[in-house]
C-alpha cells in the first residue's frame, strides 16, 4: 500500500489529470480519476479529494469563490508553481510519468499520431515531446470549457479546437499554458488565427472592421457578425490571461 503522503511524482500525473478533466467531474466515480487511482495503487476517493485540493489552488475558481478541498499540503502548491513556471517541461514530465505507471509508451497515453515520426534517436524524441505537449494543451483547454465552443457553445469535440491566443511560435514559454488558449469551433479558429475576431481583455468579441462591408448573403451575419459585442462563455478554470488577449488585439487582431 502506498504512503498517505503523497510524492512529487504522484501529484504531477494527479496535476495532469486535473488539467484534463472538467472540474465537474472530480468525483470518485469519473472513470478517468478510478483508472488513474488503480494506476497508483489508492483509493478513487483518494485521487479526486487530491484533484480538489488542486482546484483551491487556481485563481480561476477563487475569483467564482469555489475553493475547493482544504487541508492541501505544501507539496501540492510547489508541484501548481512548478507548472504554472514550466509549462512546456513539466506537461510531458507528467505523461511519461503516467505512462510508466499505467505500463505504456508516451505516445499511447496521449494518443498522439506517430505514423510519420522518425523511427528512432533524438529528432524522434523532439517530435514525439512536441505532439504530446500540443496534445495535453488541446486537452487542458477544451476540458476547461467543458468540451464548448466559447462563442456559440458548440459541444462536438470533433470541431472543436484549442486556439492559442499568442501563436506556439511566438512565445514558447507559454506554448503548452491553459490560460494562452480558448476553445473555440473550426470557424471561428480560423477567423481567430488570422485576426478577423479578437476577444478583448474584458472577454469581448469583436469581429475586424475589414470585413464588415463585405458583400455577403447573410452567412457572414449568421458565422460572425452576430457575435460582434457579445461576451465569451467564461471556462471554470484557467482563465485566459489579460496580457495574453492584450496581445492578440493589438498585434494579430486586423482593426
Known amino acids: 500500500m502506498p504512503s498517505s503522503n503523497w510524492t512529487r511524482e ?14 465537474g467531474k472530480i468525483h470518485n ?3 478517468e480519476i478510478i483508472v488513474l487511482a488503480k494506476a497508483l495503487g489508492r483509493t478513487p476517493s483518494a485521487v479526486s ?7 483551491r489552488l487556481d485563481p480561476s475558481l477563487q475569483d467564482r469563490n469555489i475553493v475547493g478541498a482544504s487541508h492541501g499540503s505544501k507539496l501540492d ?39 510519420d515520426l522518425p ?24 476540458a476547461a470549457y467543458d468540451f464548448k465552443c466559447c462563442i456559440t457553445g458548440l459541444g462536438i469535440s470533433e470541431l472543436l479546437n484549442a486556439s492559442h491566443i499568442v501563436p506556439w511560435s511566438k512565445d514558447e514559454v507559454n506554448r ?15 477567423a481567430f488565427d488570422r485576426g478577423l475576431l479578437t476577444v478583448t481583455p474584458d472577454f469581448k468579441i469583436k469581429i475586424s472592421k475589414s470585413i464588415k462591408h463585405t458583400d ?40
Open 77 to 115: 502548491a510547489e508541484v501548481w508553481d512548478e507548472f504554472n513556471h514550466d509549462w512546456e517541461n513539466l506537461s510531458f514530465e507528467s505523461e511519461k510519468l503516467l505512462a510508466e505507471k499505467t505500463g505504456k509508451q508516451v505516445e499511447e497515453v496521449t494518443d498522439i499520431e506517430i505514423f
Open 29 to 31: 466515480r469519473t472513470p
Open 176 to 190: 503548452v499554458n491553459p490560460r494562452n488558449g480558448l476553445c473555440l469551433n473550426a470557424i471561428h479558429d480560423r
Open 10 to 23: 504522484e501529484l504531477i500525473i494527479a496535476f495532469n489529470l486535473y488539467c484534463k478533466i472538467p472540474f
Open 119 to 142: 523511427k528512432a534517436g533524438k529528432e524522434r524524441e523532439a517530435f514525439v515531446k512536441v505532439r504530446v505537449n500540443q496534445s495535453f494543451f488541446r486537452k487542458a483547454v477544451l
Open 49 to 55: 479529494w487530491k484533484l480538489a485540493n488542486f482546484a
Open 216 to 255: 455577403t448573403d447573410g452567412a457572414l451575419q449568421d458565422f460572425l457578425f452576430r457575435y460582434d459585442g457579445s461576451e465569451v462563455k467564461m471556462p471554470t478554470r484557467f482563465l485566459p490571461d489579460t496580457n495574453f488577449l492584450k496581445y492578440h488585439n493589438e498585434i494579430i487582431f486586423r482593426t
